[in-house]
């Protein structure tokens, strides 16, 4: 009688737990254009807090002015890097004629190879499938998404300087400064990892010469949030540019190698010394993630993804009723049964 009362708890807790996620998911998908600025509001918050807590405490500036002044430094830090993008887009759309080009050439060498193997494949239909498709369009709409983020930017950077000013020394629970160090420890980190991964590739696809080396090298910085996958994104994806604009093989290999080399050490020796145990993810954990918030969220919560299923970890991690979805999450439950 008692396994049986047991089971059913078990049961109604399931399904309960089942209802509140599908309720939350729900009103994360409605609410997406509120959420997905002040979730990126409060992590800019919690990569600023050092830099604020440090004028306070070694420069003492009082807390107001240090808030004001570490939000300039980001919107600075962000003015400096937009013209170098867009001139790298410029750049880009100027020799898009050549692209053509090349890709036509490479068509041709592709069909000739084929031809070797007696597969006949028909060039002109080929050709004029490839000389169809809208690279303009496509480029247009990428500016307007990039456009569209500026203005998301600032709309993050009025977020931030509230939930900041309205952040105050206000006295907290244990519990509540255990989560938030924890927090903020895996978001500076992960930031910083992030960096030294993105700026490292940049440098070395610019003493490369590839063309939109700064792009892929931002590009990098953002897919590295994603663990595993965004990094075998982040390295195949010059990879087309480079096979278009060097005849060397030797270039090609270097695109891919170098930068493969900098995630590797980064990603598999760096990272897992600064985290620790503690901010594990189970490669499933991140892939049921990925997928969960990429249908919420779209790109942007699939950057989001493994940050915000880390911190859910490290909160239930916090509470006895809940360590076990937090061991569930990490992959470590089995450990414990």
Avoid at 39 to 57: N, S, Y
Avoid at 88 to 109: C, E, G, P
Avoid at 191 to 212: D, K, M, R, V
Avoid at 227 to 238: E, K, M, N, Q, R
Wanted: hydrophobic content about 55%; aromatic content about 14%; proline content about 4%.
């Amino acid at each position: 009688m008692i396994i049986q009362d047991k089971e059913k708890n078990q049961f109604i807790a399931i399904s309960l737990l089942i209802i509140a996620i599908v309720a939350v998911a729900f009103a994360l998908y409605f609410t997406r254009p509120i959420m997905i600025p002040f979730v990126l509001a409060l992590f800019v918050r919690l990569l600023i807090d050092p830099i604020i807590d440090f004028q306070v405490r070694n420069l003492r500036v009082h807390r107001s002015v240090a808030v004001f002044v570490s939000i300039f430094l980001i919107i600075g830090l962000f003015m400096i890097i937009i013209p170098f993008i867009t001139d790298s887009v410029a750049t880009f759309l100027r020799s898009a004629d050549d692209y053509n080009y090349k890709v036509l050439i490479l068509i041709d060498q592709i069909i000739n190879k084929l031809q070797e193997f007696e597969i006949q494949i028909n060039r002109e239909i080929i050709k004029e499938s490839f000389l169809t498709l809208p690279f303009l369009d496509w480029a247009s709409a990428a500016l307007s998404n990039g456009a569209n983020f500026v203005a998301k930017f600032f709309l993050v950077i009025i977020m931030t300087l509230f939930l900041l000013i309205g952040g105050g020394n206000k006295e907290k629970s244990e519990t509540w400064n255990t989560i938030n160090v924890h927090v903020k420890k895996y978001i500076f980190t992960k930031f910083i990892t992030s960096s030294l991964t993105g700026i490292l590739t940049g440098i070395i696809y610019w003493l490369l010469g590839l063309e939109l080396a700064l792009i892929f090298g931002t590009l990098t910085f953002l897919l590295n949030f994603i663990p595993t996958f965004g990094s075998i994104v982040a390295v195949f994806l010059p990879l087309p540019v480079a096979l278009l604009q060097y005849n060397e093989p030797t270039m090609i290999i270097l695109v891919f190698a170098l930068p493969s080399l900098v995630h590797i050490v980064i990603g598999n020796i760096i990272e897992p010394k600064l985290f620790g145990e503690a901010f594990g993810l189970h490669p499933v954990t991140i892939i049921l993630a990925l997928i969960f918030w990429g249908m919420l969220w779209g790109i942007t919560g699939m950057l989001l993804a493994a940050p915000l299923t880390a911190i859910i970890r490290i909160t239930f991690d916090q509470f006895e009723t809940t360590k076990p979805f937090s061991l569930f999450l990490s992959g470590q439950l089995h450990h414990k049964i």
